[in-house]
């Protein structure tokens, strides 16, 4: 033994051979590697000491075999962070027998016989955070961001002929912030479900045209450029269907109440978040068809509904022809918690399903029943659900 004392250390990260910096790498933690390089460079200013860093692999049975090595190279020090409680605890006392003096960081092991434990206390942490001292801590984030010009974005659009030229438009905006799962792969989702439908089903009354816009959040802005290039659009246009934002997780109140009753728990609800309805023309028998939306599909829409068409339908304005949708902006809306889990397949189904039904039954229609406005005389199509 050349070193007066040596010190054992199992750390997790994948170290580097003959035991040497560990580079930051995308997989490890880097605050392990940390560990790594602060105690390397502490062990090099004490020629005395002799470090021995063993890793831990990520696993549990490796770090057990690596300690036991040490305790049997009868190292004057061990120091280990370990990858879980239980698992290590037998190693460890076994070190504390043998006279080791164990310096536990970060996670503990279910023994109080090591000499130190380095880590942070969750129970100081979170009397803290009720004393309001938390409130005071000031943290700062650096974030660094970066601004790209000279994109593109395009428009993917699908036809399936109908008997008639005529068209029907089924709008979907592809692009999203963050993972975007309801703004707008939702829409997106329910628009190819609809375009393998229809492809399947007998020859459509009119053309069914689906498209996927693409730049809904950037300068693009797919249905402004695809009527500016397509201004043929502007003849035989009969209706808009736009699908945004079409099943979102609902957020409801929870059960709790807050402790100086100022407000109360939030939960996510299992089911999706009632939708507003617009309808441009504010025509009786596309109202009619959207009271099946809930009745007959289980799809949460307004018990009221509008001429308002917020979203991607703006750029189809200047076609100056009848358009609708459903949409809802919930809780995570144009932020990171717009994921996948935060859209309910049911939801999608249920919109899918429905929105199949309202395409067939526009499909079918007089025009003239699209077209008319507020206030025309119009008979209900039957009550029952198909
Ligand atoms: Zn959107």
């Known amino acids: 033994m050349s070193a007066e004392h040596e010190i054992g250390f199992e750390n997790m990260p994948p170290n580097a051979a003959g035991g040497g910096v560990v580079e930051d790498k995308d997989d490890i933690e880097p605050w392990r590697a940390q560990f790594n390089k602060d105690i390397i460079a502490e062990a090099a200013k004490h020629p005395e000491i002799e470090l021995i860093i063993t890793d831990g692999e990520d696993k549990t049975e490796k770090q057990v075999a690596d300690v036991e090595n040490l305790i049997r190279q009868e190292v004057d020090a061990l120091l280990i962070s370990p990858k879980e409680s239980a698992g290590l605890t037998g190693v460890v006392t076994q070190a504390i027998d043998a006279k080791i003096p164990v310096f536990v960081l970060d996670r503990n092991v279910e023994t109080d016989k090591y000499a130190q434990f380095i880590g942070g206390d969750n129970t100081v942490i979170g009397k803290a955070a009720s004393a309001g001292l938390l409130d005071k801590l000031k943290i700062t984030l650096a974030l660094t ?14 036809t399936i002929p109908g008997r008639s030229a ?80 079409v099943a979102y997780a609902d957020i409801v109140r929870g059960k709790v109440r807050a402790p100086d009753n100022i407000g109360m728990t939030w939960e996510t609800s299992v089911t999706e978040a009632a939708k507003a309805v617009g309808v441009t023309n504010e025509s009786p028998f596309l109202f009619d068809l959207w009271k099946r939306a809930s009745r007959c599909y289980g799809v ?19 076609l100056n022809v009848p358009m609708t949708q459903m949409i809802q902006s919930g809780t995570f809306y144009h932020a990171s918690g717009d994921v996948l889990e935060a859209v309910p397949a049911e939801g999608l189904e249920r919109a899918a399903r429905f929105h199949a039904f309202f395409l067939e039954q526009a499909d079918q229609a007089p025009e003239s029943l699209i077209a008319a406005g507020k206030g025309t005389p119009y008979q209900p199509i039957a009550k029952a659900c198909p």
């Open 300 to 318: 949460a829409t307004y018990q009221s509904a509008g001429t308002t068409v917020s979203g991607d339908l703006g750029g189809y304005r200047p």
């Open 145 to 158: 961001s970066e601004t790209q010009g000279g994109l593109t974005s395009a428009n993917g659009v699908a």
């Open 166 to 245: 005529k068209r029907i438009i089924v709008n979907a905006h592809a692009d999203g912030f963050f993972q975007g799962g309801d703004d707008n792969a939702s829409g997106l989702a329910v628009l190819v479900g609809l375009a393998r439908y229809f492809a399947k089903q007998p020859q459509p009354a009119h053309t069914l045209m689906f498209v996927a816009s693409g730049g809904h959040h950037g300068p693009g802005n797919g249905p402004t450029s695809l009527v500016a290039a397509h201004p043929e659009l502007k003849d035989g246009t009969v209706l808009i269907l736009n699908l945004e934002h």
